[in-house]
C-alpha cells in the first residue's frame, strides 16, 4: 500500500544527553507526519474543530526502537492507514534515516475521531476517510 512520506531533521533539541533523538521525540515527528498529511490533502486540524466539529486525539500506540538518530540526521517518517474503523483510524507508520534507509523505529498508533465540544467519539467525516484513502492509492 503506497505511503505519504515527510522529511524532518533533527535538531539539537530533540537530543538527550547521550546525543541521539530522545525517544519519545519519535513520537512528536509521527504527530507531525500526520497532521501534514492531512494538510496536503486540504483538512486544517484548527478547522475541523469548527466545521464539522470534530478533533483527532491518539488513544494507542505501540513503538518499537530499532536504531538512534543524531543531531542534523535527515529522517523520513512515512504513514499508511493499517486500519479504518467507524470513529478511528489505525496508522502504520515509521521513521528512516534518508541516505542509508536504515529503519529506526515503526509504530502502530490508533486515532479517535471526537466530537470538540464534548469529546465524545464521533464518525469519521467521509470527506476526510475518503481522501486519505484515496491519497494511499494515488501514491
Given amino acids: 500500500m503506497a505511503e505519504f512520506a515527510w522529511p524532518i531533521r533533527v535538531y539539537y533539541e530533540d537530543t538527550d544527553a547521550g546525543g541521539v533523538v530522545f525517544y519519545a521525540n519519535y513520537l512528536r515527528f509521527m504527530e507531525r507526519a500526520r497532521s501534514e498529511w492531512l494538510r496536503s490533502l486540504g483538512f486544517e486540524q484548527d478547522e475541523l474543530m469548527r466545521d464539522p466539529g470534530v478533533l483527532f486525539a491518539v488513544r494507542r500506540v505501540e513503538i518499537d526502537y530499532h536504531r538512534p538518530a543524531r543531531f542534523n540526521e535527515q529522517l523520513c517518517v512515512y504513514s499508511s492507514i493499517a486500519a479504518c474503523g467507524g470513529a478511528s483510524l489505525d496508522f502504520a507508520q515509521r521513521i528512516e534515516r534518508v541516505g542509508d534507509g536504515d529503519s529506526l523505529c515503526s509504530a502502530t498508533v490508533r486515532v479517535a ?19 486519505l484513502q484515496a491519497s494511499q492509492a494515488d501514491h
Fill in 113 to 131: 475521531c471526537l466530537r470538540a465540544g464534548d469529546m465524545r467519539p464521533a464518525r469519521i467525516p467521509l470527506a476526510i476517510r475518503d481522501k
